[in-house]
């Protein structure tokens, strides 16, 4: 591979790492500043919160928009469109009069920035198959364990130099920067020969039982990490008396694990298969939550809580990229649709389930306990029962515009 063509791959990694950024840093990265803002705007601490709540809702909802559109119409029209919106929404974010406002822009900020999570993981698809697609997603999975650890730290750092609009208005500038480098750098990925209507690719997708089976597996696992990261402050700090320093030191700590299951999924996958890796993930992410049930029921001294905890966040770096890769990879001519529904199927479980992990409040962990336990096995169960076939199953032919990975790997 030439220094030119490593160059243009290495551009191309980086924006679309980029790209996945946009959501967890829009989600996070003003959190900091969120008592001063109820105060400016004279809202309740529910009512801020809920700035949160339209942010993910508009995550979810812009998922399901952007990945049909990008398999009807292509790839970069729809994502340049999205980050336009983004952009537009993150500035007028900055000069909302009340809280009111500020929920609707953040529902339209989060649509716009769900464009650039959908797309970046289609062009994953399209430009890679087989296990080059588990790697590069094990690169993206990389992103989103780091983005929401450092993004409230970046958040935090700008609040020293400006109040909490300025946050906004430095996700504007980041969304317009992107804007403008995707437009120079980003080829579209998609040929016009493969685009599909509408009707004929959700058709496809919700008729494959296989691919049903490992959006289950990737949506019931983000749920129980979703769960640990709502009931986790309660039971650290309220139950066992972590300082916030400490929890924030377990946070990172877990957050690490993620990152470096990610990054080793990526050197073995090609050896020992995506299927096998998630299996792996599944079964940690199992036995870490019934670790910490375990620990919750009979009153296990912290360490045993905390390797709980560990496995089970470490074990989603495995499940994550390997249950996309595997759901895309016979998928390839609507990849856009298939990486909506994946995402769509995370926010849609955390949203719904991770809750439910704070029902015991500040006095009781057996909530979180039973979700974390009892979503990775549901989730085994899904993988086991509609994707059986799996193993002998004879790949269809990749519909998409095939171009080899030029990563050297």
Known sequence: MSNDAAGRHTRFIVLLAALVALGPLSIDGYLPGLPDLAGDLRASAAAAQLTITACLAGLAIGQLIAGPLSDTYGRRRPLLAGLALYTIASALC?????????????????????????????MVRDRTSGTRTARLFSALTLITGLAPVFAPVLGGQLLRVTAWPGIFVSLAVLGAVMLAASAAGLPETRSSASRQPLPAVVGQLLGDRVFTGYVLANGLVFAAMFAYISGS???????????????????????????AAAQINGRLVARAGARVLLLA???????????????VLTGAPL????????????????????????????????????AALLGFSQFVFGGALAPLAGAGGATDALPMGIIVAVLPALALLALGVLTRSMPGRRRRPHRGPYVPDMSGT
């Open 233 to 259: 402050p309660f039971v650290l700090q309220e139950i066992h008396g972590l300082s916030p320093q400490q929890y924030s030191a377990v946070f990172a700590v877990n957050a690490a694990g993620l990152v």
């Open 281 to 295: 993930g599944l079964l940690g992410a199992t036995a870490g939550g019934t670790t910490v049930l375990a620990a």
């Open 303 to 338: 360490p045993v809580l905390l390797i709980g905890l560990f496995v089970l966040v470490s074990s989603v770096g495995l499940v994550m990229p390997n249950a996309a890769a595997q759901a895309m990879a016979d998928h390839g001519g609507h990849a856009g649709s298939a």
């Open 94 to 122: 900055a000069v909302a009069p009340d809280v009111r406002t500020l929920v609707g822009l953040r529902l339209v900020q989060g649509i716009g920035g769900a464009f650039g999570i959908v797309i970046a993981n289609a």
